[in-house]
């Protein structure tokens, strides 16, 4: 069982930066493919960025590329979303993952964590 505990999240003014953090508790952290996800309220929850297991490559939603970027650092056993020149419509509670399987363009994930609030005013 991997436990997954999100960081970084607050109240940022549209335009600014955030860093959110996932932390694993899982000593092979290194052998999953890592995802964030994003849940806004009345709305359902969508992919937006996954890393592979060695953070070779990465894959983003379109409504975040080239303003987010992921990554990851195994040593420590986390992943990083840098989100650049927020906008409004990123409020949301956001959810890392974890998937054994590797694949990175895919919804399917085995393990979420608890979630951090990104809050963006205009």
């Known amino acids: 069982q991997v436990q997954l505990v999100e960081s970084g999240g607050g109240l940022v003014q549209a335009g600014g930066s955030l860093r959110l953090s996932c932390t694993a508790s899982?000593?092979?952290?290194?052998?999953?493919?890592m995802g964030w996800f994003r849940q806004a309220p009345g709305k359902e929850r969508e992919f937006v960025a996954s890393?592979?297991?060695?953070?070779?490559?990465?894959y983003y939603a379109d409504s975040v590329k080239g303003r987010f970027t992921i990554s990851r650092d195994n040593a420590k056993n986390t992943v990083y979303l840098q989100m650049n020149s927020l906008k409004p419509d990123d409020t949301a509670v956001y959810y890392c993952?974890?998937?054994?399987?590797?694949?990175?363009?895919?919804?399917?994930?085995?393990?979420w964590g608890q979630g951090t609030q990104v809050t963006v005013s205009s």
């Open positions: 899982e000593r092979t952290f290194g052998s999953y493919a």
């Open positions: 993952a974890a998937n054994s399987h590797g694949i990175i363009e895919t919804t399917e994930y085995d393990y």
């Open positions: 890393i592979s297991w060695s953070g070779g490559r990465t």
